[in-house]
């Protein structure tokens, strides 16, 4: 038996593998291929843009997959959102689902849409937005590059954006939120069923969120006097539980902490100060908690 996933092919497709290679799991893909090779046997992976991902985990054709909520909310499916996993290509934040019109333009919100023409790839999401709030308007599907048709083409856009530069560089400006959207793994309700399937995606679903969680942390540890041990503690961040474990040398004990990394830098100068030595940083790649 063998559990069928989607992995997201496009501007997601580096961080996912990225975000995987974390969690202990190394893909292989050619730049031709959608069929990645991976280093578990009961895996089989497709690369697939993330837009069709739900609408193939709903039908069972995929036992799983990751995909953006905005897109499990565009198609309207029925499936299991086993975890939600705070990553986008760029950054760590949410990306969000907007209103975008040229500066200066009399829309200001959803109401002064009537009667306009909106491009956007979120044709459904965008025409039920409009439904919820009584407002009429023409909403056409675009293959992306939606700004460059403001104002010629169309009067606004349904976008989205993780920092709103391009938005910003052609020119146009946010009016309004309608969504904010994060990766979720998700599971066809049929394999969540079974037992070997759901006990699979479930590890996974553990093991990626260690591998998010690792993001910006760093572990420390360090050799400390005994008589040093309270001066150094004082250093450590605030609710901070270091593991002390005793040395061969009574006394002399090793000290061992997970802490950010931005902190680290000037954490590190203070510790030595303290007292104490032998200070090791080292990367994580998961905290399970």
Same mark, same amino acid.
């Given at each position: 038996?063998?559990?069928?996933?989607?992995?997201?092919?496009?501007?997601?497709?580096? =961080?996912?593998? =990225?975000?995987?290679?974390?969690?202990?799991?190394?893909?292989?893909?050619?730049?031709?291929?959608?069929?990645?090779?991976?280093?578990?046997?009961?895996?089989?992976?497709?690369?697939?843009?993330?837009?069709?991902?739900?609408?193939?985990?709903?039908?069972?054709?995929?036992?799983? &997959?990751?995909? &953006?909520?905005?897109?499990?909310?565009?198609?309207? #499916?029925?499936? #299991?959102?086993?975890?939600?996993?705070?990553?986008?290509?760029?950054?760590?934040?949410?990306?969000?689902? !907007?209103?975008?019109?040229? %500066?200066?333009?009399? @829309?200001?919100? !959803?109401?002064?849409?009537?009667? %306009?023409?909106?491009?956007?790839?979120?044709?459904?999401?965008?025409?039920?937005?409009?439904?919820?709030? &009584?407002?009429?308007a023409a909403v056409e599907f675009s293959w992306g590059a939606c700004e460059v048709k403001v104002p010629e083409l169309v009067d606004a856009i349904v976008v989205n954006t993780e920092t709103g530069?391009?938005? $910003?560089?052609?020119?146009?400006? @946010?009016?309004?939120?309608?969504?904010?959207?994060?990766?979720?793994? @998700?599971?066809?309700?049929?394999?969540?069923?079974?037992?070997? %399937?759901? &006990?699979? @995606?479930?590890?996974?679903?553990?093991?990626?969120?260690?591998?998010?969680?690792?993001?910006?942390?760093?572990?420390? %540890?360090?050799?400390? =006097?005994?008589?040093?041990?309270?001066?150094?503690?004082?250093?450590?961040?605030?609710?901070?539980?270091?593991?002390?474990?005793?040395?061969?040398?009574?006394?002399?004990?090793? !000290?061992?902490?997970?802490?950010?990394? $931005?902190?680290?830098?000037?954490?590190?100068?203070?510790?030595?100060?303290?007292?104490?030595?032998?200070?090791?940083?080292?990367?994580?790649?998961?905290?399970?908690?």
């Amino acid at each position: 038996m063998k559990l069928r996933i989607g992995i997201p092919k496009g501007s997601l497709q580096e =961080a996912t593998f =990225a975000m995987f290679r974390k969690a202990g799991y190394h893909f292989l893909v050619d730049s031709r291929s959608y069929l990645p090779t991976v280093d578990d046997d009961d895996l089989e992976a497709l690369l697939i843009r993330p837009q069709e991902i739900p609408r193939y985990v709903q039908d069972g054709i995929l036992d799983g &997959g990751l995909t &953006g909520y905005d897109w499990i909310v565009d198609n309207g #499916v029925d499936v #299991v959102e086993v975890a939600n996993l705070t990553y986008s290509k760029q950054t760590q934040r949410p990306v969000k689902i !907007v209103l975008a019109v040229q %500066k200066g333009s009399p @829309i200001r919100g !959803v109401k002064d849409l009537r009667g %306009k023409r909106i491009a956007t790839e979120y044709v459904r999401l965008t025409q039920r937005w409009l439904e919820e709030n &009584g407002v009429h308007a023409a909403v056409e599907f675009s293959w992306g590059a939606c700004e460059v048709k403001v104002p010629e083409l169309v009067d606004a856009i349904v976008v989205n954006t993780e920092t709103g530069s391009s938005i $910003r560089a052609h020119g146009l400006e @946010i009016v309004e939120l309608l969504l904010e959207s994060t990766t979720r793994l @998700i599971a066809n309700r049929h394999a969540w069923e079974d037992a070997w %399937k759901r &006990g699979k @995606i479930e590890n996974m679903a553990l093991l990626l969120r260690g591998a998010l969680q690792a993001e910006g942390m760093v572990g420390l %540890k360090m050799n400390v =006097a005994a008589a040093d041990l309270e001066a150094v503690l004082g250093t450590l961040p605030a609710l901070r539980r270091p593991t002390i474990a005793p040395l061969s040398d009574s006394e002399w004990l090793a !000290v061992e902490t997970v802490l950010e990394e $931005r902190t680290a830098r000037d954490l590190i100068p203070k510790l030595k100060r303290a007292g104490a030595e032998g200070i090791v940083e080292y990367p994580l790649n998961k905290v399970v908690y």
